[in-house]
């Protein structure tokens, strides 16, 4: 006979209900159904009997919709002609419940003993009512309370089973073929007949322990999901179906956190060398998960990841327990004997100390019982510490596949080291089939996600896009060639790029699930919060996305502030934006040593030359050990533009006002003919040289007076120009006559930084330069004769963002 357990969700509502009643009926051959409570029933008995036992009366309130949860069922599945007789049955049931808290509120007392009383009737409920709806149907059903059949001791909450008795009883109980048995999960009695419950979780157990006593051919599991999935689908979105896994696979990934499949329920099973199947009761013909002895191998190295969310970490630590045999079995026999579960042990080689894992609720218990327990120990100096860490979460990997592929253990390091996941504890068990790690809390989602990517997604890898700054030129142009290049990129390099946040002047919005590019403007518009900034980035941090990367393509000043904060939360940053690396020398090396120590990339190509390849030229010389003497640049595109294009017979201020005209300036030309721009860009290359260097230490010698600095608006600049004409048309005339141009040259030489305006002549290498051309000549101890030059056009939107994008692509192997 097969065994068919449906859990809470497979129950919890009238359309569910129907699902069950269709995947029993369309079994040919007689079959044992074991039902849970109605989804979310157990936990409000929990609920109202600790209400009670306070005397709170609150508890009517939620025993009334409990009711009427269980009435609205009825009402729904059951003709109304018929309904009586299991509204009074039912109805009696709640009576008994109220009669129990009743009493409960008397004594202001719940022991073990009454709350699994108190818990039955969860399942008794559900179970009854299923058995009515059935014989309703025309199926012929028969109620079994499992009281009557599963014998466990007294160990109310987690009872243990006398296979034995029980094996008989089911037996017995279930022996004829010609009808659906509808039996009550979780539940049991003692050898006194009083109330036991098998643990949370238990009914997947009352179907196993009923499988393996008739000697099924299958047992059912029947879920909310497609079976055992590679992670907790809930926490991993990527998750995905496991066909087949072995009993002590499924175990591990269960112990530790996938509640799919109560862990006890795999032993009756095992035992008898039954297949448990995990199946959808909303999706009834997926295939799921078949649980057995032979597995297919898989392709991939480890099986599955699980985690348990919230546990204490437990550390003992003293000089006196190296070398001393039986400190361990003292400390593991006093917490059997309290009957505390430990989760993970872990002890150094040293035997200097030991740690494990428990419940959060035991935690503080524990601590007692060590102290009590190991009070000589203490007193003498031999344990010198009890300690006991709180917020943690454990994720463990697990999967027969270790056994005979090295690397696992390192492949979950890495990639939790490349996310900034500080592991805190760690333990293997000498089986190969799982590594666990103890993590913070916080990092929980980032962790499991991470993990399951490098493990599982061979189908690509993902980079998680914070923008700042989309409606700017350089902004919208990135967003405009990552969609453009998605495809290519999804192709050939197996990467996604997700945008996962977008920020502007006015708006944000966050998503993990990704902002489609095609239309992020109106997502933003219409989905987006009003803008503030530090609550981005908080957001963002609590987010914890892995391989997260904050794209700054602002101008903005204030933004740069968070640069650090973004690193410490290993966030790697790419951007245009000078503002950071211009700043004071301290800040600068500041945001240099929090990306090492956090591991994470702080790029930003684009600072000078915007798509020019001069970073990292600069760092490529420097890291392989090259010296540079020199470096000679014309570093702004305007200031290029305007000297090729002054020529004699022109007004220098035409050629500005032309320059302006031409979208090549500022607002106010001053902006760039005042050469702050070109001073911050020669400081960054100065510092990236290994220079110790101020901005206030770049020499600037001024091309503009300080009239034409100092006129109200653009259009009086305009007429000091026009005044100082011959100034400049004098400037144009010496060079011309020595048969040189004019170049605006920045240069760093000797640890100084300074900028200005020169002739050079023909044999110089900025003397033919055209249009905006930016143009940057590294002198250094290997390119020492013949300077090593990058020339190209240095501004414009579509190649800054080419130099932000070719940055973030960088980062993908970086992460990877
Ligand atoms: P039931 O009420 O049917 O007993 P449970 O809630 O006890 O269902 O277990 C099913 C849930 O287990 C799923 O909804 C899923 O969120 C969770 N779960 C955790 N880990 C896994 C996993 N690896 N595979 C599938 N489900 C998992
Ligand atoms: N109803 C019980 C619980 O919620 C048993 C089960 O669902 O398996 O733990
Ligand atoms: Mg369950």
Not at 135 to 152: L, P, V
Not at 333 to 347: E, Y
Request: hydrophobic share 40%; glycine share 8%.
């Amino acid at each position: 006979m097969k065994v068919l357990k449906f859990g809470g969700t497979s129950v919890g509502t009238v359309d569910s209900i129907n699902q069950v009643i269709r995947i029993i009926s369309e079994n040919k051959q007689p079959v044992a159904v074991v039902y849970s409570a109605m989804g979310g029933v157990t936990n409000k008995l929990i609920e109202i009997g600790t209400l009670a036992s306070k005397g709170d009366t609150k508890y009517l309130e939620v025993l009334q919709s409990i009711e009427e949860r269980h009435f609205a069922a009825i009402r729904a599945l059951v003709d109304v002609k018929s309904q009586s007789s299991i509204i009074a049955k039912i109805k009696g049931n709640f009576n008994e419940i109220e009669d129990l808290l009743k009493g409960i509120t008397y004594i202001k007392e719940l022991s073990v003993r009454t709350m699994d009383l108190l818990l039955s009737f969860g399942e008794r409920l559900s179970s009854q009512i299923i058995t009515f709806i059935l014989n309703e149907q025309g199926i012929k059903a028969k109620y079994i309370d499992a009281r009557d059949i599963i014998k466990t001791n007294s160990n109310y909450g987690f009872a243990e089973v006398d296979f034995e008795e029980t094996n008989a009883l089911i037996n017995a109980a279930l022996a004829e073929n010609n009808q659906v048995y509808c039996i009550t999960g979780f539940i049991g009695s003692n050898k006194d007949n009083i109330t036991t419950t098998l643990g949370r979780g238990g009914s997947d157990y009352t179907a196993s322990i009923i499988g393996a006593a008739l000697g099924s051919e299958v047992i059912e599991i029947w879920t909310d999901v497609n079976g055992m999935m590679t992670a907790d689908p809930r926490k991993v979105k990527n998750a995905f179906t496991i066909p087949d896994i072995s009993y002590s696979e499924a175990m591990e990934l269960s112990h530790f956190g996938a509640k799919v499949i109560y862990p006890p329920s795999l032993v009756p099973a095992f035992l008898k060398n039954i297949p448990i199947k995990v199946l959808n009761t909303f999706e009834s013909t997926h295939a799921g998960t078949t649980i057995s002895k032979e597995i297919n191998q898989k392709g991939y190295s480890i099986t599955g990841i699980s985690s348990i969310d919230e546990i204490s970490l437990v550390n003992l630590q003293g000089n006196g327990m190296i070398g001393v045999a039986g400190v361990s079995a003292k400390l593991f026999g006093l917490l059997a004997d309290h009957k505390i579960s430990v989760i993970l042990i872990s002890q150094a080689s040293s035997e200097h100390s030991i740690c494990f894992a428990v419940d959060p609720k035991s935690a503080e218990n524990v601590r007692e019982i060590l102290e009590t327990g190991f009070k000589t120990e203490i007193l003498n100096g031999d344990i010198e510490n009890i300690s006991i860490q709180n917020n943690l979460s454990i994720i463990a990997v697990v999967g027969e596949g270790m056994k005979s592929s090295s690397g696992t253990s390192g492949k979950l390091f890495s990639v939790l080291g490349k996310n900034g996941i500080n592991v805190i504890a760690t333990a293997q068990g000498s089986s190969e089939l799982n590594i666990s790690v103890v993590i913070k809390k916080k990092d929980i989602s980032k962790a499991l996600n991470a993990i399951h990517e490098t493990f599982f997604e061979i189908d690509g890898f993902t980079l998680n896009l914070y923008l700042v700054g989309p409606s700017g030129q350089i902004g919208k142009t990135l967003l405009k060639q990552i969609a453009q290049q998605s495809g290519y990129l999804k192709k050939e390099k197996n990467l996604n790029i997700k945008l996962t946040g977008l920020a502007n002047t006015k708006k944000m919005l966050l998503d993990s699930n990704g902002i489609a590019l095609e239309n992020w403007k109106e997502n933003l518009e219409t989905a987006g919060e009003k803008i503030n900034l530090s609550e981005f980035i908080t957001d963002i941090q609590t987010l914890n996305l892995a391989n997260s990367i904050f794209v700054d393509c602002s101008a903005d000043k204030d933004i740069v502030q968070y640069y650090y904060p973004l690193l410490d939360s290993n966030i790697s940053i790419v951007t245009p934006n000078k503002v950071a690396n211009s700043g004071t020398y301290e800040e600068y090396i500041a945001l240099r040593n929090i990306a090492k120590k956090r591991n994470v990339k702080f790029l930003y190509e684009t600072n000078v030359g915007a798509g020019l390849p001069l970073i990292n030229t600069l760092q490529g010389l420097i890291n392989s050990g090259d010296r540079i003497h020199k470096i000679e640049a014309v570093l702004s595109g305007t200031l290029s533009f305007i000297f090729n294009t002054f020529a004699a017979g022109l007004k220098f201020v035409d050629v500005v006002k032309e320059a302006k005209e031409k979208g090549f300036t500022e607002p106010d030309p001053r902006d760039d003919l005042s050469g702050t721009d070109v001073a911050r860009k020669i400081l960054i290359l100065a510092r990236e040289s290994g220079i110790k260097l101020e901005f206030n230490e770049v020499e600037n010698i001024p091309l503009l007076s300080q009239d034409a600095m100092s006129a109200n608006s653009v259009d009086d600049f305009y007429a000091v120009l026009e005044k100082e004409n011959s100034k400049y048309e004098s400037l144009l005339s010496e060079a011309l006559a020595k048969g040189e141009v004019l170049r605006f040259i920045a240069s760093l030489e000797n640890g100084k930084a300074k900028l200005g305006l020169t002739s050079v002549g023909r044999s110089h290498p900025f003397y033919n330069l055209a249009g905006s051309e930016n143009i940057v000549s590294f002198t250094t101890e290997r390119y020492f004769n013949n300077p090593l030059v990058v020339k190209g056009p240095g501004a414009g939107a579509e190649v800054t963002a080419m130099g932000v994008f070719a940055d973030i692509i960088s980062l993908s192997s970086f992460l990877a």
